[in-house]
């Protein structure tokens, strides 16, 4: 069993109105020191697998056919054994 | 300058659609050995500060006053030099 912790975020100078409603909100509330916001998804994806390398293969096509917008997103992603599993199940 | 990595994620327990429809989408596509999806959202928030402590008290005001529902996500967040800031700009 594998755990993929997956990060998508806008590519750089992708305009993000999440982020600038999310800083608009967070300087209305008085913290002046808030420069910028970036908004992205964060999901994790548990896998039965043990095989790392065919594991890694299988999330980069589910990012780049569902997860991330390849127009405008970029991903990254790390795979981990899901806490409690303490290697073979 | 400091570059809080704020993820945010539901309450295990706590229902996820979104989850829900992402690994049946990932199951159409073929990914059999999908068990679990759970999203979230991820943020970078940019603070003009360089006092590690204020900083970290800021954030946790902010994922507890807006950017995390109490009731049913759980947030936690990391504290970084922006890239290319290279320590006092």
Redesign the interface.
Known sequence: ?LLAKI???LKPGVLDPQ?EA?MG??KA?G?E?????????????????DDRQEAGR?VEE?CR???ANPVIEQYRYTLEEPAGTGGKA
Request: net charge positive.
């Open positions: 069993m990060y998508v975020t982020g999310v909100g967070l509330m913290y020191g808030v420069t910028a916001v970036r908004v992205g998804k964060y999901l994790e994806v548990q896998l039965d697998l299988q589910m056919r569902l997860l």
